[in-house]
């Protein structure tokens, strides 16, 4: 299994930008794809953003396409996400997995790793 910690969680005002990355360690990074996914209070784990084990592919929810931008580092084994034109509607708890294949990541597979969590607040 790979473990995965989130930073870079924070407040920011209406329009502004944050930038979440994701220390993975254990296994071979290269071996998994990577995804964010966020929770507000009362809400379902919605997905969010996904990138393929070889950094090729990158997938976006019609959320926050446009806005958002997925990647990774092989070198540092990190993932990150900038957000730009934040609005309040993205407040929530944003958090890293992983698994074997974006199909896996992207389903919440019983597979899937999971970061604790890094609070995102969009203030109006």
């Known amino acids: 299994q790979v473990q995965l910690v989130e930073s870079g969680g924070g407040l920011v005002q209406d329009g502004g930008s944050l930038r979440l990355s994701c220390a993975a360690s254990?296994?071979?990074?290269?071996?998994?794809?990577m995804a964010w996914f966020r929770q507000a209070p009362g809400k379902e784990r919605e997905f969010v953003a996904a990138i393929s084990r070889g950094g090729s592919t990158t997938y976006y929810a019609d959320s926050v396409k446009g806005r958002f931008t997925i990647s990774r580092d092989s070198a540092e084994n990190t993932v990150s996400l900038q957000m730009n034109s934040l609005k309040p509607e993205d407040t929530a708890v944003y958090y890293c997995?992983?698994?074997?294949?974006?199909?896996?990541?992207?389903?919440?597979?019983?597979?899937?790793?999971w970061g604790q969590g890094t609070q995102v607040t969009v203030s109006s």
């Open positions: 254990g296994r071979s990074f290269s071996s998994y794809a």
């Open positions: 997995a992983a698994d074997l294949s974006v199909k896996l990541v992207v389903s919440k597979a019983d597979s899937t790793s």
